[in-house]
């Protein structure tokens, strides 16, 4: 096996084998086990630190490793053939479909990458801490910050600590869908109230939505929108695991129309008004002055 893997690195593997074989068939193998996994709901197994990292290192692998080893060997076994063999023109026509080929790979990389990105920013401390500390009188938890993995040991401990907290202020643009439902149960568990003051978007609403009574500042904003990394590229229109937790939101009160719109929107952003969030039943109450310009909202 390690043979045949220097022999194609090499170019000494022939040119239709190391075509057809080792880049069209290896290439068409790993789009089938990128659809498998999908299928299979590889991207909500991906709970933990140690789970994304293999996932990672499972992309690099396929996306960078593999199809440089794929190109540079096909690219040598063209100019391997046109020396000895001399058909010029299916070496030169190998190599021209290969460069095609790196530029399409190349795209697919991108998307990972960015993917990627989002998803290490939730599995490893990158970027401002999360802050979970206790406020006005020992009544009050405030979660700040990305939804990281162990945001929520975190907030069980400080739960734990101050049995006398009555509301949960979530302030965050998202992060790990598991982790905000993990939070959500801690929530549901103590009978917890929740709010938001500024921004509470994404995986945030996960963990909001909790609250026993959900209140809201006149001048924040709650974010909705599908998951815009399920996987690395494991794509499709509602995952499993997204479609179980809008479940999840339609059987504690969330009204139809609200959740069909929040599909109709897919990866885009979007802020419902006051007046959807009250009458969909995410928001129980509203508090504090509106933004300027925003006081129309609640008339």
Not at 248 to 276: D, I, K, N
Request: hydrophobic fraction near 50%; glycine fraction near 12%; charged fraction near 20%.
């Amino acid at each position: 096996m390690l043979a045949q893997i220097g022999r194609h690195w090499r170019g000494e593997t022939g040119l239709a084998v190391a075509w057809w074989v080792n880049v069209v068939g290896l290439t068409v193998l790993a789009l089938l086990l990128e659809a498998a996994a999908a299928r299979l709901g590889l991207a909500g197994a991906v709970e933990t630190r140690a789970a994304f990292t293999a996932l990672l290192a499972a992309g690099l692998f396929l996306l960078l490793v593999l199809p440089a080893w794929q190109l540079i060997g096909v690219f040598r076994a063209a100019d391997r053939h046109a020396e000895q063999v001399g058909t010029i023109l299916a070496a030169r026509a190998t190599q021209s479909a290969a460069t095609l080929l790196s530029v399409l790979l190349a795209m697919r990389f991108l998307v990972f990458a960015g993917e990627a990105w989002s998803g290490a920013r939730v599995a490893y401390p990158l970027g401002a801490p999360n802050v979970v500390e206790v406020t006005h009188g020992g009544r009050l938890l405030e979660v700040r910050g990305g939804i990281r993995f162990g945001l929520a040991d975190q907030v069980r401990a400080a739960l734990a600590e101050n049995p006398g907290v009555r509301r949960v202020r979530l302030t965050s643009g998202g992060g790990s869908l598991s982790e905000a439902r993990r939070i959500r149960e801690l929530i549901l568990a103590r009978g917890l109230d929740t709010d938001a003051v500024s921004l509470c978007a994404s995986a945030c609403v996960s963990a909001y939505i909790g609250g026993r009574h959900r209140l809201l500042r006149r001048s924040a904003r709650l974010g909705f929108h599908l998951p815009r990394n399920p996987g690395f590229g494991l794509r499709g229109p509602l995952t499993a695991d997204y479609a179980a937790e809008l479940a999840w939101f339609g059987s504690h009160g969330v009204a139809p129309w609200f959740l069909e719109r929040w599909v109709r929107t897919g990866r885009e952003f979007w802020y419902p008004a006051p007046r959807q969030l009250r009458a969909a039943g995410v928001v129980d109450t509203f508090f504090g002055r509106p933004a300027p310009g925003d006081e129309i909202y609640f008339r």
